[in-house]
């Protein structure tokens, strides 16, 4: 068995597979995070928090429900803000914040430059509007959503073809006036939970 906070041969390098699948979107989109502040909802383990800070982000907010899942080596990292028992549904970085070692958290928060999203059981169209209140509002801002069509369809198996049309099908309806649909990739490592094909989308957001 692999400890978290040990990377196995198959997570490329990071605490978990997850790390992989945002190494390739970044590289793909060619989206350089060296000194930006960034937030990952849903961290999980931290693959997508492991990535950020490998590639020398400047900041990194871990937000996931769960208590005591993110790797160690993360959780111990100046970089990053663990902020566990959170849902990225309702957690608003702007405030007000009902718990102080929350609120202590934000004491100097400005808004990031880039969201990730990893979320499950959690279809991408909620999920949206709470990555945006993280974003910047004075400069162009990102968010590279990871698309699950078994989640977007309720269908726990896909075929290839299947899960290529609902991610397509969902990557548009995520873009409007405000925001920009880029590019989209399909990961190179695929769901753990049905072994289906999964996407990464490029959503550039204007300034408001």
Same mark, same amino acid.
Request: net charge negative; proline share 6%.
């Given at each position: 068995?692999? $400890?978290? $906070?040990?990377?196995?041969? $198959? $997570?490329?390098?990071?605490?978990?597979?997850?790390?992989?699948?945002?190494?390739?979107?970044?590289?793909?989109? %060619?989206?350089?995070?060296?000194?930006?502040?960034?937030?990952?909802?849903?961290?999980?383990?931290?693959?997508?928090?492991?990535?950020?800070?490998?590639?020398?982000?400047?900041?990194?907010?871990?937000?996931?429900?769960?208590?005591?899942?993110?790797? @160690?080596?993360?959780?111990?990292?100046?970089?990053?803000?663990? *902020?566990?028992?959170?849902?990225?549904?309702?957690?608003?970085?702007?405030?007000?914040?009902?718990?102080? #070692?929350?609120?202590?958290?934000?004491?100097?928060?400005?808004?990031?430059?880039?969201?990730t999203i990893d979320l499950g059981w959690t279809k991408? %169209? #909620?999920?949206?509007?709470?990555?945006?209140? @993280?974003?910047?509002?004075?400069?162009?801002?990102?968010?590279?959503?990871?698309? #699950?069509?078994?989640?977007?369809?309720?269908?726990?198996?896909?075929?290839?073809?299947?899960?290529?049309?609902?991610?397509?099908?969902?990557?548009?309806?995520?873009?409007?006036?405000?925001?920009?649909?880029?590019?989209?990739?399909?990961?190179?490592?695929?769901?753990? #939970?049905?072994?289906?094909?999964?996407? *990464?989308?490029?959503?550039?957001? %204007?300034?408001?």
């Amino acid at each position: 068995m692999t $400890s978290e $906070s040990t990377p196995s041969e $198959s $997570s490329g390098g990071f605490v978990s597979r997850a790390g992989a699948k945002l190494e390739a979107a970044l590289t793909a989109f %060619n989206i350089d995070v060296a000194g930006l502040a960034c937030a990952d909802l849903g961290c999980s383990t931290g693959g997508f928090t492991d990535c950020l800070i490998q590639r020398q982000a400047a900041r990194v907010y871990a937000v996931d429900t769960a208590y005591g899942e993110l790797a @160690w080596k993360l959780r111990q990292h100046p970089n990053v803000i663990t *902020l566990e028992r959170q849902n990225a549904l309702h957690l608003d970085p702007n405030g007000p914040h009902h718990r102080p #070692k929350t609120a202590k958290l934000f004491d100097d928060f400005q808004g990031v430059h880039l969201v990730t999203i990893d979320l499950g059981w959690t279809k991408l %169209n #909620k999920a949206l509007p709470a990555a945006l209140q @993280w974003l910047r509002h004075d400069q162009p801002t990102t968010i590279i959503p990871l698309i #699950k069509p078994h989640y977007e369809s309720g269908q726990h198996q896909l075929s290839d073809a299947e899960a290529q049309r609902i991610s397509h099908d969902v990557a548009e309806t995520l873009a409007n006036d405000q925001i920009q649909l880029k590019d989209l990739i399909p990961s190179p490592v695929r769901g753990g #939970k049905g072994n289906n094909l999964e996407f *990464l989308a490029h959503l550039a957001i %204007n300034p408001s």
